[in-house]
């Protein structure tokens, strides 16, 4: 079993090694029903005792087969987390989804951060997932990122104005044990510590062996706010796994030399990049979980590997010395499974 680390205040904890399910859903790569169902049980006898979802991961997709993968589990051994912000409609046009992902069922997703949006949000997950509990409720793909900064600034005013108050009656209610926020970008999370308690973010890519802004100002604000963050996309896409993209699409010239540049020190000491990224966020404090998202269950095996793999301090060194890692780095000797 991984070491289990608490949410924030909470006294929830999560297994140090995640999953990720939005690969599951099948938008990106065609992923079966059976070869999800694999994937989550591959994970489960590999230790793993968090999951992770939302409704826009195959557009329903990935809480389906979540449920269906782990609902014979005992319920009280694992923990969930899935995330509101869009509601499914359904897609009354044959086709692909208006984003250009592939649709694994037929439904559209619509952005909806508001008091009822939520509320309702949550019900709609308890139906796919065909589950009676949610620990986890992440706020999904909120922030200019992902909206452009007039129209992230109407929905942050309906968050603040009435999803936070969906999101703290749930917590309060004992419906969820935590609540945060799920994105890929920092600029969000810092302005949301501004008005209001969270328990964790959910960061994708962004504190990452190939990136660690948040050293800067994010993590500080979390350490000193109690709020825990688990860290999504630790291979930045795939870039740090041998793959060409980067932020979920062809990685620019000055990513791909640094990444060129970690991977020549990673290789000096016979250590798989992979293995490297993958244990490189866990040293850092607040952070409670990574949550790689493989494809398959052979991707995921792979991934244990990788965990395991011995890691000299001189390699950290030499990346910090090279200007590849940031001085205040908590570097970790090694992570492991019990």
């Known amino acids: 079993m991984w070491q289990k680390r608490r949410i924030g205040r909470t006294n929830l904890e999560v297994s140090a090694l995640g999953l990720g399910t939005a690969t599951m859903g099948g ?4 992923v079966t029903q059976a070869e999800a169902e694999a994937l989550v049980r591959a994970a489960w006898d590999g230790g793993v005792r968090y999951v992770d979802t939302a409704p826009y991961y195959g557009v329903g997709a990935a809480e389906r087969r979540v449920g269906d993968a782990l609902r014979d589990q005992p319920r009280d051994a694992w923990v969930l987390s899935t995330k509101v912000g869009r509601l499914l409609h359904p897609r009354r046009l044959l086709g692909e989804a208006t ?3 592939m649709a694994t069922l037929p439904f559209e997703a619509v952005y909806d951060y508001s008091y009822d949006g939520i509320m309702r949000s949550v019900e709609d997950s308890y139906q796919r997932l065909g589950l009676a509990k949610i620990d986890i409720l992440f706020v999904h793909d909120i922030g200019t990122y992902q909206h452009g900064p007039e129209t992230h600034a109407v929905h942050m005013r309906t968050l603040k104005d009435g999803g936070y108050r969906a999101l703290d009656e749930l917590k309060r209610a004992g419906v969820v044990s935590a609540i945060g926020i799920g994105v890929n970008e920092r600029g969000v999370l ?3 510590l501004e008005f209001a308690d969270w328990d964790v973010f959910l960061l994708a890519g962004r504190y990452t062996l190939l990136e660690q802004a948040p050293l800067d100002d994010l993590l500080p604000l979390c350490a000193a706010r109690g709020t825990s963050i688990v860290v999504g996309g630790p291979l930045n896409s795939g870039i740090l796994a041998g793959r060409d993209t980067w932020n979920y699409a062809a990685a620019p010239p000055d990513v791909i ?7 020549a020190i990673c290789k000096r000491h016979h250590v798989p990049l992979a293995a490297a990224a993958l244990q490189f966020p866990l040293a850092h404090p607040q ?3 990574i949550i790689p998202g493989p494809r398959s269950a052979a991707e995921f095996i792979a991934n244990l590997g990788f965990m395991n793999h011995k890691i000299p301090a001189a390699l950290w060194q030499d990346l910090r010395t090279a200007g590849l890692l940031h001085a205040s780095a908590p570097t970790p000797d090694r992570v492991g499974s019990d």
């Open 27 to 30: 938008t990106r790569v065609k």
């Open 190 to 192: 810092i302005e949301a």
């Open 99 to 101: 984003d250009g992902r």
């Open 257 to 263: 030399s640094r990444v060129d540049a970690i991977h």
């Open 287 to 289: 952070v409670a979980a």
